[in-house]
């Protein structure tokens, strides 16, 4: 089962599910931003991996218009080389909209991250020779002001069904890639991760989160998140 099947089941887990108040508008670019997304796995997507780096959800400003994990809307054109049509999401907050490669927003957490492996490896192709990008959950929430809510403040019931499908996504994406190390981008989706493959031969770490909201993470992040990648002993290109 490849990337593109995975998705496929996990996309068709989500639909059974329900989510209520305070979450009002749900996003899924699994569904809307499928074109993007299919060109990022069938591009840099096939074969084993060193290092899986595994997000939490999409940002309203990145994944949200491009299809790709952390996908601030610069890098995954002009770095990643992708740019593909994208649709709508069923139910759109008229706060979030998707504007696909049309948003002038930038992801400040998708700028940095892509901007790091950027300044590391110089090519994609260096990059997607031992890594890899995935989030854990491919949707996102809104609430009836537009307020993003993370999965993990989602009610306990909607969250353990949720992780259910994630989880089960998680795996086969493991499965598939065959890395010696899952490192979660924040505490959150190193927690899953955790969770989620804790029978199989893997090694689950993490990083910090390049979230501006964290103040650790707007004082050079990228020295930050290198350090603690070596200290699992997985070495990261120095320039």
Known sequence: MDLSNIADVLVADLQDLHFSDPVTHVYNPLEYARAPYDLYV????????????LGMNPGP??????????GEVNKVRNWLGI??????????H?????????????????TRLWGWAQDAFGTPKRFFQRFFIVNYCPLA?????????????????QRKALAAACDAALRRTI???????????????????????????VTVGGILHPSPASPAAN???????????????IEWPRT
């Not at 740019?83 to 759109?92: N, S």
Request: proline share 6%; net charge positive; glycine share 12%.
């Open 61 to 70: 400003w990145g994944m949200l218009q491009t299809g790709v994990p952390f």
């Open 175 to 201: 499965e598939y890639f065959e890395p010696r190390h899952v490192i979660g981008v924040g505490k959150f989706a190193a927690s899953r991760a955790e969770a989620a493959l804790k029978d199989l031969d």
């Open 219 to 233: 004082q050079n992040w990228a020295a930050k998140a290198t350090a603690q990648l070596e200290s699992y002993g």
């Open 94 to 110: 008229p706060k979030r909209p998707v504007q696909g490669f049309a948003c002038k927003r930038s992801e400040v957490s998708g």
């Open 83 to 92: 740019d593909a049509i994208v649709g709508k999401p069923l139910h759109e």
């Open 42 to 53: 069938k591009r840099y997507g096939r074969g084993r991996r060193e290092v899986v780096l």
């Open 141 to 157: 929430f809104f609430d009836a002001g537009g307020r993003n809510i993370t999965p993990d403040r989602l009610p306990v019931k």
